[in-house]
């Protein structure tokens, strides 16, 4: 998709929003994609306490609730929501920066993000992945060893609704082989950026 180098000044950028359910494979798509250099990742914001694992502007900008609140006041999310207590956001300004200079900005969010963007006004490409079969994405989610019992039983009958959002996409990619889906995007992303 992305073989006219950065910045190019034939280069279209794209705000690529890569959705779906839990355990769909949206991280490891992802990862693929990042392999060229023409695209990069958003960055959201939080205020939830930082992970051990975690680095604060690779995970998260990890933000106090009083400046997440001044940046809500400034207008420097997309969109922001609250979830269990946490605000989480998604900052409006490396996104412009980086579609202005013909990079592919990929945002890996959930269903009700998504739908939250669309409906904020973000233009770009949507792309809802889906799974093969429910069976395989319960398959998928147990393998990843993350949830447990009661957790996995409620991701997937969210996951049924998640899959029921399709108006909201401009298309549906389903992750069977993680080459041949990735290849799909790069090439849906290549049409609609050359
Ligand atoms: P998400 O980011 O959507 O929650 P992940 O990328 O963490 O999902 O993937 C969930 C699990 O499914 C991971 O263990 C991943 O290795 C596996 N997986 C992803 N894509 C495929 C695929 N095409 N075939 C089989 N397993 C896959
Ligand atoms: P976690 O705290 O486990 O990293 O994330 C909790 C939830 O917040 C996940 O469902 C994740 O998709 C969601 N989330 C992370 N960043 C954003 C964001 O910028 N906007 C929205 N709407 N949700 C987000």
């Given at each position: 998709m992305c073989n006219s180098g950065q910045g190019s000044a034939h280069a279209k950028g794209l705000a690529l929003v890569v959705s779906g359910p839990?355990?769909?494979?949206?991280?490891?798509?992802?990862?693929?994609?990042?392999?060229?250099?023409?695209?990069?990742?958003?960055?959201?914001a939080t205020t939830r306490a930082r992970r051990p694992d975690e680095e604060d502007g690779r995970e998260y900008h990890f933000l106090e609730k009083g400046e997440f609140e001044r940046w809500i006041q400034e207008d420097r999310f997309i969109e922001h929501v609250e979830l269990f207590g946490n605000c989480?956001?998604?900052?409006?300004?490396?996104?412009n920066d980086a579609v202005r200079s013909g990079r592919i900005y990929i945002l890996d969010?959930?269903?009700?993000?998504?739908?939250?963007?669309?409906?904020?006004?973000?233009?770009?490409?949507?792309?809802?992945?889906?799974?093969?079969?429910?069976e395989e994405l319960e398959r998928r989610l147990k393998g990843r060893g993350t949830e447990d019992r009661q957790q996995l039983a409620r991701r997937i009958s969210h996951a049924k609704w998640e899959l029921d959002q399709k108006e909201y996409y401009d298309r549906v990619v389903v992750n069977d082989s993680l080459d041949r889906a990735a290849e799909e995007i790069r090439g849906i992303v290549a049409d609609r950026t050359s």
């Amino acid at each position: 998709m992305c073989n006219s180098g950065q910045g190019s000044a034939h280069a279209k950028g794209l705000a690529l929003v890569v959705s779906g359910p839990s355990g769909v494979g949206k991280s490891t798509i992802v990862k693929r994609l990042l392999e060229d250099s023409r695209c990069m990742l958003s960055v959201s914001a939080t205020t939830r306490a930082r992970r051990p694992d975690e680095e604060d502007g690779r995970e998260y900008h990890f933000l106090e609730k009083g400046e997440f609140e001044r940046w809500i006041q400034e207008d420097r999310f997309i969109e922001h929501v609250e979830l269990f207590g946490n605000c989480y956001g998604t900052p409006r300004e490396p996104l412009n920066d980086a579609v202005r200079s013909g990079r592919i900005y990929i945002l890996d969010i959930d269903v009700h993000g998504a739908i939250r963007l669309r409906e904020a006004g973000l233009e770009g490409l949507y792309i809802l992945i889906a799974p093969p079969s429910v069976e395989e994405l319960e398959r998928r989610l147990k393998g990843r060893g993350t949830e447990d019992r009661q957790q996995l039983a409620r991701r997937i009958s969210h996951a049924k609704w998640e899959l029921d959002q399709k108006e909201y996409y401009d298309r549906v990619v389903v992750n069977d082989s993680l080459d041949r889906a990735a290849e799909e995007i790069r090439g849906i992303v290549a049409d609609r950026t050359s």
